[in-house]
């Protein structure tokens, strides 16, 4: 098979990609921690401290989820399913939105979810982490935490969107021969 300028091309920019992404998430890591109050979120078990989602681990991966109404967030949370064992072996992992616990454990069994989940709920968490700018608007990402010494401190930020490292919908879809097209998740197909 001949090695192709364009191919080439290709191999070089998939390359830099990956550096690029490494070099990002070591500058993310090289930034100041940021010290975080231990609040207080919703489950269907009752109120949980943020500390105790660490479940004994020293990390914790927090996804910020729009909730039930999004299909887009849905979308990621599906994906979270069959990855969560995964991140589960290095780091706590849980899902939060802004629904109610309730509102949470009955979307989570209709989709199949076997993740934990809490509810931001009556609390300043995800305002506090720039995931709700107003009380109507939460947005979708991911904060990575540290717990040393009965302290917690945020290590690391990323949001969530179409073509993230979070998703491998778009990127899939972005090899076909039209691309993304006008594709949009949904609940059902």
Not at 69 to 80: I, N, S
Not at 128 to 139: K, L
Not at 157 to 178: K, N, Q, R
């Amino acid at each position: 098979m001949k090695t192709t300028a364009a191919k080439r091309k290709i191999r070089a920019l998939e390359s830099a990609l990956v550096r690029n992404q490494m070099q990002l998430a070591a500058l993310k890591r090289r930034q100041p921690l940021e010290p975080v109050a231990d609040y207080t979120l919703a489950t269907p078990n009752g109120p949980v401290k943020l500390s105790a989602l660490f479940g004994g681990k020293r990390d914790l991966i927090v996804v910020h989820n729009m909730g039930r109404h999004c299909p887009y967030c849905t979308m990621w949370a599906d994906g979270f399913n069959g990855l969560a064992p995964h991140l589960a072996d290095r780091a706590a992992f849980v899902v939060v939105s802004p629904d109610s616990p309730a509102v949470q454990e009955k979307f989570a069994a209709s989709r199949g979810w076997r993740f934990p989940m809490a509810s931001g709920e009556g609390s300043t968490f995800t305002h506090d982490m720039g995931y709700q700018p107003t009380p109507d608007e939460p947005w979708p990402g991911v904060s990575t935490f540290r717990l040393s010494r009965g302290k917690i401190f945020r290590v690391a930020t990323a949001p969530f969107g179409p073509f993230d490292s979070f998703c491998a919908t778009w990127p899939m879809f972005a090899l076909l021969a039209d691309g993304v097209d006008d594709w949009k998740p949904k609940y059902r197909y």
